[in-house]
Nanobody, 119 residues
Framework: VQLQASGGGLVQPGGSLRLSCAAS????????VGWYRQAPGKQRELVAA???????NYADSVKGRFTISRDNAKNTVYLQMNSLKPEDTAVYYC??????????????WGQGTLVTVSS
């Protein structure tokens, strides 16, 4: 299963963007799908994730501003980003996580999409 991320771009502070992560097969192959980001000189960090059951979790820095959702019929996960700040500037990566019967996770990564928040 491949993941295709899209939706990045340049936006002014306070603006909005919606990222999409489309799976080539069923999104239910993943136990969870999430968005990570990596800013220049920083480590990659989890932004938000949604489980196959619909549970969500967010980084403290984006709570109240970002919303992750999924469209099972389209095998797509979205990240709606509102009230964007310059510190949200980063390459955003889509991640799918599968956990086998032994509890061992395998990560699948999409290509990154650049989000730049600047006036």
């Amino acid at each position: 299963v491949q993941l295709q991320a899209s939706g990045g771009g340049l936006v002014q502070p306070g603006g909005s963007l919606r990222l999409s992560c489309a799976a080539s097969g069923s999104i239910f192959r993943f136990n969870a799908v999430g968005w990570y980001r990596q800013a220049p000189g920083k480590q990659r960090e989890l932004v938000a994730a949604i489980s196959s059951g619909g549970s969500t979790n967010y980084a403290d820095s984006v709570k109240g501003r970002f919303t992750i959702s999924r469209d099972n019929a389209k095998n797509t996960v979205y990240l709606q980003m509102n009230s964007l700040k310059p510190e949200d500037t980063a390459v955003y990566y889509c991640n799918g996580k599968r956990i086998n019967l032994d509890g061992i996770p395998t990560d699948y990564w999409g290509q990154g999409t650049l989000v730049t928040v600047s006036s």
